[in-house]
């Protein structure tokens, strides 16, 4: 026998909610390397120099999404 499916509506009021994205503040190297689209190599150098604030807990770094961002702006080149 099939099984009937019911579809939920929405609450109005439950639509009208913005959508936060749930991301982790800390990201790995990996994760990084996804999102931003760098190369693995600059962006491990740059954590060699401490040119970028890193965390590392064993042999794993993790990098603030905040921290990134302000490098980010603060490299960029003004036409």
Same mark, same amino acid.
């Given at each position: 026998?099939?099984?009937?499916?019911?579809?939920?509506?929405? %609450?109005?009021?439950? !639509?009208?909610?913005?959508?936060?994205?749930?991301?982790?503040?800390?990201?790995?190297?990996?994760?990084?390397?996804?999102?931003?689209? !760098?190369?693995?190599?600059?962006?491990?150098?740059?954590?060699?120099?401490? !040119?970028?604030?890193?965390?590392?807990?064993?042999?794993?770094?993790?990098? %603030?999404? !905040?921290?990134? %961002?302000?490098?980010?702006?603060?490299?960029?080149?003004?036409?």
């Amino acid at each position: 026998m099939p099984v009937k499916r019911r579809l939920l509506k929405p %609450d109005a009021e439950f !639509a009208q909610q913005p959508v936060v994205a749930s991301s982790p503040r800390l990201l790995t190297i990996q994760v990084l390397l996804l999102i931003y689209r !760098a190369p693995f190599g600059p962006i491990r150098n740059l954590i060699w120099k401490r !040119a970028i604030p890193h965390i590392q807990i064993g042999k794993r770094f993790l990098l %603030d999404r !905040a921290d990134l %961002d302000s490098y980010v702006e603060k490299n960029k080149v003004r036409s």
